[in-house]
């Protein structure tokens, strides 16, 4: 069975910094895709970075030059570098892994917190 599991959220003040970290257990075929995602209170659940099992990456355009998403050779493991924190970036971030081939599907963590003060 698929897990996946975040971590690294926190309380932090504008302008810091944050590393979060997504692992998946359960399967000995890389991910397709592995992406995060941010669901602020009271609103939809968004994209914030994705990338491929070849590496192409890409970001919504709210992050674009503040956060770095990076997949090193273990390949079902993820980071998000969030840089240059504002308020408006606190929420739940969740960790997706896409997979086309073993446990086909979406595969979603319970998500990790970060709280930007300012």
């Known amino acids: 069975q698929v897990q996946v599991v975040e971590s690294g959220g926190g309380l932090v003040q504008a302008g810091g910094s944050l590393r979060l970290s997504c692992s998946v257990s359960g399967s000995l075929i890389g991910a397709k895709t592995m992406a995060w995602y941010r669901q602020a209170p009271g609103k939809q659940r968004e994209l914030v970075a994705s990338?491929?099992?070849?590496?192409?990456?890409a970001y919504a355009d709210f992050v674009k030059g503040r956060f770095t998403i990076s997949r090193p050779y273990t390949r079902n493991i993820v980071y998000l570098q969030l840089n240059s924190l504002k308020p408006e970036d606190t929420g739940a971030y969740y960790c997706l892994a896409h997979f086309i081939v073993g446990p086909v599907g979406d595969h979603w963590g319970q998500g990790t917190q970060v709280t930007v003060s300012s």
């Open positions: 990338i491929t099992n070849n590496d192409i990456t």
